[in-house]
């Protein structure tokens, strides 16, 4: 991803100062993100030729999850850990004795992830292979 974003060309504000910040409008970062989305699915849409989708932020989150669990093998608590969740081996009785963080694990998945970006941002879907699990 950093070098995905490293590659983006400076943005040039109204105001004629250019912009470190990729992402939202100003000084501060993203902000609006309704406003944001909204730009979003209009730039969607015109790259699509006015064949716009309904789709949300959180899209992303579950495409993520899934391509980990199906595409890569990532087990199911590791994934959970990559989300943020605090459930299934992290709740309740389980989570009082499990404190593992899975550091390794996160680190090998999302870099899978990464190259996966990678290739569909270059144009070569499909060219990452799935590992099986044991």
């Known amino acids: 991803m950093r070098a995905i974003l490293a590659a983006q060309p400076h943005r040039i504000e109204p105001d004629g100062m250019s912009r470190d910040l990729i992402f939202g409008f100003g000084s501060k970062g993203w902000q609006d993100w309704s406003g944001s989305k909204a730009d979003l699915d209009a730039c969607i849409a015109a790259a699509r030729k006015g064949g716009a989708f309904e789709w949300r932020l959180h899209d992303f989150r579950r495409?993520?999850?899934?391509?980990?669990?199906?595409?890569?093998?990532?087990?199911?608590h590791v994934v959970e850990v990559i989300l943020g969740h605090v459930s299934g081996h992290?709740?309740?009785?389980?989570?009082?004795?499990?404190?593992a963080i899975y550091?390794?694990?996160?680190?090998?998945?999302?870099?899978?992830?990464?190259?996966?970006?990678?290739?569909?941002?270059?144009?070569?879907?499909?060219?990452?292979?799935?590992?099986r699990r044991k």
């Open 63 to 76: 495409s993520l999850s899934t391509a980990l669990h199906e595409r890569f093998g990532v087990p199911p």
């Open 90 to 99: 992290k709740g309740g009785i389980a989570g009082v004795y499990n404190k």
């Open 103 to 131: 550091l390794d694990e996160r680190r090998r998945a999302l870099a899978r992830w990464a190259k996966h970006i990678e290739h569909l941002v270059a144009g070569r879907p499909g060219t990452v292979k799935a590992r």
